[in-house]
């Protein structure tokens, strides 16, 4: 089975799930590990969320759980940042003052919107606030790129009025590629997030084709999440994401440990 390293708990924003709640989840459910990756989300635009947390005690109760549940599963300590294009060096700063195992790089944002708020996409076509969206993306990487996993590339898509009905890697390849080239380049891995399966989506973040191409072009670090809020959809649809790793040609896939990438075979 698959480690879990994309979950959140009450210490993000949008969860109010218990820590020890999903540590027993992922227990019934055989994983070998579990991260917990809470949302810091600095200057984010919609002021009745605030995505940040108490890191002292964040790490005290992932303390308390590594001691109480020593030997029955490993228990790591993640973050989750919300990507822009300000935000580089606050978060640089974050990253060297706190012990994280493990750190997802993520665009929540387009336009200086969140996309989960159904006005976000204004007047503007699906197609257009995708392709908004992944130049948002390129250009964040490329002004910090000090994070171990790519969240859900192309999250917008749940988001869309249509849905994927406009969306293909085709379509956007010219922006995705280069995205991927810099994941490539900077030994960033990608999460294959399986929220898109849970969200009927019918794929999970990234599509299966854009995987592929992330392997075409070098990379050889993935990584696997459910991006679950709640401890019922912990390692969901992990059996298919781990067969769509494979026929992506991927043999491992990776999770961090003191922000270094442990490898495990599919």
């Given at each position: 089975?698959?480690?879990?390293?994309?979950?959140?708990?009450?210490?993000?924003?949008?969860?109010?799930?218990?820590?020890?709640?999903?540590v027993?989840?992922?227990?019934?459910?055989g994983?070998p590990?579990?991260?917990?990756?809470?949302?810091?989300?600095?200057?984010?635009?919609?002021?009745?969320?605030?995505?940040?947390?108490?890191?002292?005690?964040?790490?005290?109760?992932i303390?308390?759980?590594?001691?109480?549940?020593?030997?029955?599963m490993?228990?790591?300590?993640?973050v989750e940042?919300?990507?822009?294009?300000?935000?580089?060096?606050?978060?640089?700063?974050?990253?060297?003052e706190?012990?994280f195992?493990?750190?997802?790089?993520?665009?929540?944002?387009?336009?200086?919107?969140?996309?989960?708020y159904?006005?976000?996409?204004?007047?503007?076509?699906?197609?257009?606030?995708?392709?908004?969206?992944?130049?948002?993306?390129?250009?964040?990487?490329?002004?910090?790129?000090?994070?171990?996993?790519?969240?859900?590339?192309?999250?917008?898509?749940?988001?869309?009025?249509?849905?994927?009905?406009?969306y293909?890697y085709?379509?956007?390849?010219?922006?995705?590629?280069?995205?991927?080239?810099?994941?490539?380049r900077?030994?960033?891995?990608?999460?294959?997030?399986?929220?898109?399966?849970?969200?009927?989506?019918g794929?999970?973040?990234?599509?299966p084709?854009?995987?592929?191409?992330?392997r075409?072009?070098?990379?050889?670090?993935?990584?696997?999440?459910?991006?679950?809020?709640?401890?019922?959809?912990?390692g969901?649809?992990?059996?298919?994401a781990?067969?769509?790793?494979?026929?992506?040609?991927?043999?491992?896939?990776?999770?961090?440990?003191?922000?270094?990438?442990?490898?495990?075979?599919?």
């Amino acid at each position: 089975m698959i480690g879990d390293i994309h979950v959140h708990s009450s210490f993000s924003a949008d969860s109010d799930e218990d820590m020890e709640e999903s540590v027993k989840a992922a227990i019934r459910a055989g994983l070998p590990c579990l991260c917990f990756t809470d949302h810091i989300d600095w200057d984010y635009p919609e002021k009745e969320l605030v995505f940040d947390f108490d890191r002292k005690k964040y790490f005290e109760r992932i303390r308390e759980l590594q001691e109480k549940y020593a030997g029955q599963m490993k228990i790591l300590a993640g973050v989750e940042l919300g990507m822009q294009p300000q935000l580089g060096p606050r978060y640089q700063k974050l990253l060297k003052e706190w012990p994280f195992d493990y750190c997802i790089g993520s665009q929540h944002l387009v336009g200086g919107r969140d996309p989960w708020y159904p006005d976000a996409f204004g007047e503007e076509s699906d197609a257009e606030i995708f392709r908004k969206y992944f130049e948002e993306t390129l250009q964040n990487v490329k002004l910090f790129h000090d994070f171990d996993s790519m969240g859900h590339l192309d999250y917008i898509v749940r988001y869309g009025r249509r849905k994927a009905h406009d969306y293909s890697y085709r379509a956007y390849a010219d922006i995705i590629d280069e995205i991927l080239k810099l994941l490539v380049r900077y030994n960033i891995a990608l999460e294959i997030n399986t929220a898109g399966l849970r969200k009927q989506l019918g794929f999970p973040n990234p599509h299966p084709d854009v995987l592929r191409r992330y392997r075409e072009l070098g990379g050889t670090l993935v990584t696997a999440g459910s991006d679950s809020h709640k401890a019922y959809s912990i390692g969901y649809a992990f059996d298919t994401a781990g067969q769509i790793l494979k026929e992506c040609g991927f043999t491992h896939y990776v999770y961090f440990e003191k922000r270094e990438p442990r490898f495990v075979k599919l």
